[in-house]
């Protein structure tokens, strides 16, 4: 089991060689426009872009996964890990079971196209979830099959 790595710095500029995977948690109503997204779509326009028509021409469901190249050797992953958004439900719209299928996922992809991930704290921020049960399902679904996992935070103790 590779452990996973914290550094302070900023997930969309990944430090390291080879493939890079930027995952993110997105939300399952089509809605983009707070939180990373919004340094994503600084930095790059394809992952907002791609991630609209994903939902314009299908209906991406809870653990879905979409990986967008955006340079040689980067990509971004849009997994759909929360239901609707904190302003309309009570309950914190992380869901687990979604980020656990879509890293699962993401896993088998990674197989095929080696890569290493980088991420900030995803499923934190907007979607409510706690870091620690996250922390646990990256460490099942990827580090424990020695896939490098680097966690971005942009101050120290964030």
């Given amino acids: 089991m590779i452990p996973i790595q ?12 080879g493939h890079k995977v930027i995952v993110h948690c ?12 919004l340094a994503l779509s600084a930095k790059w326009p394809q992952p907002e872009e791609m991630y609209h028509k994903w939902f314009e021409q299908s209906e991406p ?46 896993r088998d992809y990674i197989q ?22 996250i922390e646990m399902i990256i460490k099942n679904e990827l580090s424990q099959y020695d896939i490098s996992v680097t966690i971005y935070d942009l101050k120290q103790g964030e």
């Fill in 6 to 17: 914290y550094v302070v710095g900023d997930a969309t500029n990944p430090q390291g060689k």
């Fill in 26 to 37: 997105c939300n399952d109503i089509g809605g983009w426009g707070a939180g990373f997204v």
């Fill in 61 to 106: 469901q809870l653990g879905d996964i979409q990986v967008i190249k955006v340079e040689n050797d980067i990509s971004v992953c849009n997994m759909i890990g929360q239901h609707l958004v904190a302003s309309m439900s009570k309950t914190p719209p992380i869901r687990y079971e979604a980020i656990k299928k879509g890293l699962s996922t993401l």
């Fill in 112 to 133: 095929h196209k080696p890569s290493t991930i980088h991420a900030p704290r995803f499923g934190t921020g907007l979607a409510k979830g706690r870091w620690d049960k």
